[in-house]
């Protein structure tokens, strides 16, 4: 769940889905990644974070405004999963490969041990 630091949503999220992440928006998000980047970087990386989620929230909105409704949840997170990994002609990255796959999953594991598993 992305939201702002408004006093008590956090936890009525956790309440009621107990496993939910709760993370901050992207305003949030880009601020709070400054704290680690070199201020000669800051706007570049601004650019870039805004840009990256902004396109991908824009490709949600056009796949779900297509279908109109969805008989259940699972209906449309597959449709979002879809969309989130389907391959891109004109980008640089086309084969949809994720560079450094194996350490990403690695990180996941070690994170969300319980609720991952690596498939063979």
């Known amino acids: 769940m992305c939201c702002d630091a408004l006093k008590g949503l956090p936890e009525a999220i956790r309440a009621t889905w107990p496993l939910a992440e709760v993370q901050l928006c992207v305003v949030h998000l880009v601020r709070s990644s400054l704290r680690y980047t070199s201020k000669k970087r800051w ?11 902004e396109s991908l929230n824009a490709r949600f909105r056009r796949a779900v405004r297509h279908r109109g409704h969805f008989p259940n949840e699972q209906a449309a997170l597959k449709v979002l999963y879809v969309e989130a990994t389907e391959r891109r002609k004109n980008r640089s990255n086309s084969t949809g490969r994720v560079q450094g796959w194996k350490q990403i999953l690695n990180a996941l594991t070690i994170h969300y041990g319980d609720r991952i598993t690596a498939a063979a």
């Open 43 to 53: 706007g570049q990386v601004c650019r870039e974070l805004p840009n990256a989620i």
